[in-house]
Structures are given as structure tokens and as C-alpha cells.
């Protein structure tokens, strides 16, 4: 198994008192607490901070830590010899299990003489994970796999992680940030308790035409400076589908047109509504024949944009 250093995530020594080790527990449990700290690891740290305390502040935990001597962080170790004599009918060894988990079991199994401490019924826990999801899934509902690795118990009682898959339907008109109950997905509960739940948290990806607002979508319409003026037919693409979409003569930048019902489904079976915004786009590069015209258009129009810059504009 992987060794991990309590004492070096706490910052004291071997030989530190337990009042030292509550000390610096309760220092560094503030500082990288999720709601005060700014470090992008802070969440991170203060769970190894808080597994490293589980251990040490309880004397058993602590005496078989110990028993395990020093090592580098993340160095694979072998148990000691007791440790597997004890635990000699898993067939899937320690590998795969945390240190933590494996200390506490062990630690139980010393106070009740040698054997593994029989516990009531324990309710597994249950954990949320994060699932990618695109618009055009929550437009059209749909299914997605989840994958995972969760902790199923041994008959000894340790923890070891296990991949698993599930499919997950989309439901249509879904949300961002949406959480999917799948009761009995979870942890695997102990001792014949029942297993806990696994909450799938959909992420929406962003779209490459796209923004959202609700059920609302928004859609950036590039319009060529002639197809403003003289009007136009233009293609819009839809969730459902491609519709056409008619531009007046002197349509401005940044209009926006309505198109009722191409949003996002909801709950009611409505719809939300698609709006295309106006984008006036000029050639990055013109040609010979390109530029006398646009000088010959400069030559006859009097339209001046910045007439409101001058007294009495």
C-alpha cells in the first residue's frame, strides 16, 4: 500500500504530545479550511490534514502507524507480518487499499483480541460526482456513462476501490449543475447496512455557437455590410434543425432577432426562445475591383455615423 507521512502533513514531529498534534491540527485545519482558504489545493489539503489527525489522536491508530516505520510519502510498503495474519483471508490483498481505512481496522481488530471488531449495520456513503453534458443532450434528453472508482468492502472489513460504470439517462430540459439521484449507487454499506447513493452532478459543456440564459439561447448572426443595408435570406442553425431567417434592409448591429420556441425545453414542455444578435463582419482582405467599389459608395453616400460628435448633432 502507499505510504502517507501524518506526521510531515502535520507538521510535527514523531515524538509530539497529543496536545501538539491537536495544535497543529486545529492551525492548519483553519488555514486550508474550504471556506477561508485561497489556495486551489486548500480543499485538498485539508482533508490529508484531517485524515492525518484521525490517526494520530487516537493511540491505537497511532501504535500501528508507527509499527510501520519511516518512509518516503507515496512509498509502497508491506504491512508487518501480525497485520497480514490478521487479515490472511482477503484475497485481494492491501494494494488498493488506503492507509487510512486499513489503521482503523487493524486498530479495532487489536481491541477485540485479535479478531475484527464486529460493528452494528453502517450506511454506505453516499458521493457525488461531476458529468460533462452538452446542449444537445439537454435539448434531445439522452444517456451518458458514468465512470468511477468506488470503495466495496472486503470480508475483513477493508477498502478497496473498484471501477464502475454507469449509464445515466439525460433527462430533456436538464440543467447546469443539476443533480441525478441514483438511490443505492453509493458507498457499499457495512455489516449489512444498505449502500448509499450516488449523485451525478451534470456540468454543461460550452457550445461553440451558443450562450444560455435559462431556457433562453444566444447566437452571434454574422451579417456582411451589403446584407445589412440591402436585406437578406440568411440560414440560422437551431438545436432542431436549420431554419431561414429574413433580414430587412438597414438591419443594425447588434439586433437581435427572435426565434420563438428554438431554446431549451422545460419542465412544462415548453420551450425557451433562440435570438440571433447581429454581427456586422467587414472582409479582412479586399480585392482590387472590392475596394473601387466601396470608394465609389464612400464618393455617393452622405451617411455619417459620427454626426451626433458635432455642435448640434
Do not use: C
Amino acid at each position: 500500500m502507499k505510504f502517507k507521512d501524518y506526521y510531515s502533513a502535520l507538521g510535527v514531529e514523531r515524538d509530539a504530545t497529543a496536545a501538539e498534534i491537536k495544535q497543529a491540527y486545529r492551525k492548519l485545519a483553519h488555514k486550508y479550511h474550504p471556506d477561508v482558504s485561497k489556495d486551489p489545493d486548500g480543499e485538498e489539503k485539508f482533508k490529508e490534514v484531517a485524515e492525518a489527525y484521525a490517526t494520530l489522536k487516537d493511540q491505537e491508530k497511532r501504535d500501528a502507524y508507527n509499527a510501520l516505520g519511516r518512509h518516503q510519502q507515496g512509498e509502497n510498503v508491506q504491512p508487518p507480518q501480525d497485520w497480514q495474519q490478521t487479515f490472511n483471508d482477503s484475497d485481494a490483498g492491501f494494494g488498493d487499499v488506503d492507509m487510512a481505512d486499513i489503521l482503523a481496522a487493524f486498530a479495532a481488530s487489536r481491541h477485540a483480541g485479535g479478531q475484527p471488531h464486529q460493528r452494528r449495520p453502517s450506511h454506505g456513503q453516499d458521493y457525488e460526482v461531476k458529468a460533462p453534458i452538452t446542449l444537445e443532450q439537454i435539448y434531445a434528453g439522452g444517456e451518458i456513462d458514468v465512470n468511477l472508482n468506488l470503495p466495496e468492502y472486503d470480508q475483513q472489513g477493508l477498502n478497496h476501490r473498484v471501477p464502475r460504470t454507469f449509464r445515466v439517462k439525460v433527462p430533456k430540459g436538464a440543467e447546469d449543475g443539476q443533480r441525478l439521484r441514483l438511490p443505492g449507487k453509493g458507498g457499499q454499506g457495512s455489516n449489512g447496512g444498505k449502500n448509499g447513493d450516488l449523485y451525478v452532478s451534470m456540468v454543461l459543456i460550452p457550445h461553440p455557437f451558443y450562450r444560455v440564459s435559462e431556457k433562453d439561447l444566444y447566437i452571434d448572426l454574422p451579417l456582411t455590410p451589403w446584407e445589412a443595408v440591402l436585406g437578406a435570406s440568411v440560414q440560422v442553425p437551431t438545436l432542431g434543425g436549420t431554419v431561414e431567417l429574413t433580414v430587412p434592409p438597414a438591419t443594425a448591429a447588434n439586433r437581435q432577432f427572435r426565434l420563438a420556441r428554438r431554446g431549451l425545453p422545460s419542465a412544462n414542455g415548453e420551450n425557451g426562445n433562440l435570438f440571433a444578435v447581429v454581427r456586422i463582419e467587414v472582409p479582412k482582405s479586399a480585392s482590387p475591383a472590392e475596394k473601387a467599389l466601396f470608394a465609389q459608395l464612400a464618393a455617393e453616400s452622405s451617411f455619417n455615423p459620427r454626426a451626433h460628435f458635432q455642435p448640434g448633432g
